[in-house]
Antibody, heavy 119, light 112 residues
């Protein structure tokens, strides 16, 4: 069974960076797209970007361009999302989610990582 | 970016009764005259979203057949034939025609 296990909650200062990990097991890591989606408290879902590790294809949402970096380590079957220049508006739960390609169908999700940005 | 608009935003339903959620996109999600790049997700309280419907009408693995998706182009509908208590949560549509993927605002289904 596919599982995506994310790193634990983080508390960060404004202006700093956070790096969230997403370890995959039970599937063929690398050939799937790993997407990152965030959800601010009480709000909807926002897609940030994604990566297909085996072909090193990465897409970012324009509004995060320059602030977000998505990487993957095939040897450890782990994907990462790093967000820099944090503000209070980045306080959210960050999810990783797997899809067969960049065509939707996010079929397995991580449990979510709460990132709180506070001075 | 493609804008996704859902209605209603709140949906109280009596168990056993049907329910329907509408999702409209600002541009057609139909590609190659064949596939509609529209997904439906359910987020139960305190959980990550779960995939219900992919490509407009294909139920994901393990999803009960009381859930169905229909529509094409810019207008889509998620139907639940008979609502059960376990169906409570927020339903989102998401377009996957192009990045950035974008979601509807969400429809909160609650039991009357």
């Amino acid at each position: 069974q596919v599982q995506l296990v994310q790193s634990g909650a983080e508390v960060k200062k404004p202006g700093s960076s956070v790096k969230v990990s997403c370890k995959a097991s039970g599937g063929t890591f690398g050939t799937y797209a790993v997407n990152w989606v965030r959800q601010a408290p009480g709000q909807g879902l926002e897609w940030m970007g994604g990566i297909i590790p085996v072909i090193s294809t990465i897409h970012y949402a324009q509004r995060f361009q320059g602030r977000v970096t998505i990487t993957a380590d095939r040897s450890t079957t782990t994907a990462y999302m790093e967000l820099s220049s944090l503000t209070s508006e980045d306080t959210a739960v960050y999810f990783c989610a797997r899809a067969p390609t960049f065509a939707g169908g996010l079929d397995f999700w991580g449990q979510g990582t709460l990132v709180t940005v506070s001075s | 970016d493609i804008v996704m608009t859902q209605s209603p935003l709140s949906l109280p339903v009596t168990p056993g009764e049907p329910a329907s959620i509408s999702c409209r996109s600002s541009q057609s999600l139909l590609k190659n005259n064949k596939y509609n790049f529209l997904d439906w997700y359910l987020q139960k309280p305190g959980q990550p979203p779960q995939l219900l419907i992919h490509l407009g009408s294909n139920r994901a693995s393990g999803v009960p057949d009381r859930f169905s998706g229909s529509g094409s182009g810019t207008d889509f509908t998620l139907k639940i034939s008979r609502v059960e208590a376990e169906d409570v949560g927020v339903y989102f549509c998401m377009q996957a025609l192009q990045t950035p993927y974008t979601f509807g605002q969400g429809t909160k289904l609650e039991i009357k």
